[in-house]
């Protein structure tokens, strides 16, 4: 059988006649976002901007998380770092899912912002095998 993980680092099950059989593709999500408001160093309230793509899906139980680490939008010279993991796959009628992901920036120029945001829900690897680009 070999190990468990395929060449993107993707957790997979192999035993295919296990009753409810758990895998994981290997995939990402996109995100964009913004984060709360807060006054910097010179009292100048503002928030940033977050986009981007998460890492590729961690097993979790019987799920999957993924790691998220970005860096902010610019605001006067300053910006702030975001490393943080989704919460488990939340799962839609159609199959598909999202994630939930919450936490605090790095700090900077003398203060941090909070952020709470879902990723987007479509696969962005997920290319169908009969589309020729």
Do not use: W
């Amino acid at each position: 059988m070999g190990n468990n993980y395929n060449n993107c680092g993707c957790y997979r099950k192999e035993n295919k006649h296990e009753e409810k059989a758990y895998k994981v593709k290997c995939h990402n999500h996109e995100f964009e976002a913004s984060t709360d408001f807060e006054k910097d160093d010179e009292g100048r309230i503002h928030n940033h901007r977050i986009a981007g793509v998460t890492g590729p899906a961690i097993k979790y139980g019987k799920t999957h998380v993924h790691k998220v680490n970005e860096l902010t939008d610019t605001f006067d010279d300053h910006f702030h770092g975001i490393c943080e993991t989704t919460g488990p796959a939340i799962y839609l009628p159609s199959g598909k899912h999202f994630h939930v992901i919450s936490g605090s920036t790095t700090v900077s120029d003398g203060h941090k912002h909070d952020f709470y945001f879902i990723t987007q829900v479509e696969d962005v690897t997920n290319v169908p095998e009969d589309d020729k680009c």
